[in-house]
């Protein structure tokens, strides 16, 4: 292949690339006043513990919920974890 024909085949490949990014269209969010239009949130609580987990509250009670977070907040825990005096 000739070293036009090379010039050629670069050209043609950057105008197809140049015009690949030209057909993109505008993502915009169009928000409505007072209204939420996303997921509505559910209390951490309210959702029961993975059935593989190792993580055991009762689903929809509070205060077994922050139990748990604190007992594996201290599993996290070096000095606690490895007995360290």
Request: net charge neutral.
């Amino acid at each position: 292949m000739s070293a036009l024909k090379w010039v050629a085949v670069a050209a043609a490949a950057a105008a197809a690339f140049g015009l690949a990014g030209c057909g993109e269209h505008e993502q915009v969010v169009v928000y409505k006043q007072g209204k939420y239009q996303g997921k509505p949130d559910t209390l951490p609580w309210d959702n029961a513990p993975l059935a593989w987990g190792t993580a055991k509250w009762e689903k929809g009670n509070e205060k077994s919920w922050e139990d748990e977070l604190k007992s594996r907040t201290q599993n996290q825990n070096e000095y606690v974890r490895i007995q360290h005096y």
